[in-house]
Antibody, heavy 121, light 107 residues
Framework: EVQLVESGGGLVQPGGSLRLSCAAS????????MNWVRQAPGKGLEWVSY????????YYADSVKGRFTISRDNAKNSLYLQMNSLRAEDTAVYYC??????????????WGQGTPVTVSS | DIQMTQSPSSLSASVGDRVTVTCRTS??????LNWYQQKPGKAPKLLIF???SLQSGVPSRFSGSGSGTDFTLTISSLQPEDFATYYC?????????FGQGTRLEIK
C-alpha cells in the first residue's frame, strides 16, 4: 500500500524557517516524481514545488521561489521542503503528492495526510 | 500561468441527482486535465485523469469529458459519500494550477 507521511509542521514566527519531511513507503520511491501542494485555511489547492525522480529537475511556484527548497533522499525514501523567510501567507496545510505520468500529462495519484504550518507572531 | 475557472462555486443537490461541474481553462490544454475530490480535513483524492479516464477504484458513477478549454465532471447518481469539494487541475504546463473548487452540498 502506498503511504506518504508528512511531518515537521508547526508554529513559526514571520521570517523563520521550517523543514518539512515526507516519508514514502509501499512503492519504489526513486522511480517517481514528487510534489508539494498547500492549502491555506478555507482556501483551495496551490501547487508549491516539483522534483523529478533523480532530483535533477526542480520547479517552484513564483510565490515561494527563492525562499523554499525542495529535495529528496532516495536512499531514505524521503522528500523534503526547506522553507525560509516564512510569511503569514505561507500558513497552510502542506501535502506531499506522488506524480504519475500518462498519455495526457501527469496526475497526483497519492497524497499524504498533510502537515499544518502556521506563520504568526 | 493557465487560469482555471470552475462553475458553479457551490451546488446543492439531493441523493440520486445527476450533477455536472464545469471547468474552463484560459488556454487550450488538449486533455491534460484532472479532477480531484476532497472531503473536510482530508487529502484530495484523484478521480479522473486525462479528462476522461477513471482512476482505479473510483466508482463508475463518476465520469469526465471535454478537451481544449472546456471540461465537465459528472456524477450520474449522487451518493451520500459524494458530498465534498471538487477541484480540476491542469498538467499541460508548469506551474500546474487548480480550479477554485466546487463545493457540493446536501439539499
Amino acid at each position: 500500500e502506498v503511504q506518504l507521511v508528512e511531518s515537521g509542521g508547526g508554529l513559526v514566527q514571520p521570517g523563520g524557517s521550517l523543514r518539512l519531511s515526507c516519508a514514502a513507503s509501499g512503492f519504489t520511491f526513486s522511480s517517481y516524481e514528487m510534489n508539494w501542494v498547500r492549502q491555506a485555511p478555507g482556501k483551495g489547492l496551490e501547487w508549491v514545488s516539483y522534483i523529478s525522480s533523480s532530483g535533477s529537475a526542480i520547479y517552484y511556484a513564483d510565490s515561494v521561489k527563492g525562499r523554499f527548497t525542495i529535495s529528496r533522499d532516495n536512499a531514505k525514501n524521503s522528500l523534503y521542503l526547506q522553507m525560509n523567510s516564512l510569511r503569514a501567507e505561507d500558513t497552510a496545510v502542506y501535502y506531499c503528492a506522488r506524480n504519475i505520468r500518462h498519455n495526457y500529462g501527469s496526475s497526483l495519484d497519492h497524497w499524504g495526510q498533510g502537515t499544518p504550518v502556521t506563520v504568526s507572531s | 500561468d493557465i487560469q482555471m475557472t470552475q462553475s458553479p462555486s457551490s451546488l446543492s443537490a439531493s441523493v440520486g441527482d445527476r450533477v455536472t461541474v464545469t471547468c474552463r481553462t484560459s488556454q487550450t490544454i488538449s486533455r491534460y486535465l484532472n479532477w480531484y475530490q476532497q472531503k473536510p480535513g482530508k487529502a484530495p483524492k484523484l478521480l479522473i485523469f486525462g479528462a476522461s479516464s477513471l482512476q482505479s477504484g473510483v466508482p463508475s458513477r463518476f465520469s469526465g469529458s471535454g478537451s481544449g478549454t472546456d471540461f465537465t465532471l459528472t456524477i450520474s447518481s449522487l451518493q451520500p459519500e459524494d458530498f465534498a469539494t471538487y477541484y480540476c487541475q491542469q498538467s499541460y504546463s508548469t506551474p500546474i494550477t487548480f480550479g477554485q473548487g466546487t463545493r457540493l452540498e446536501i439539499k
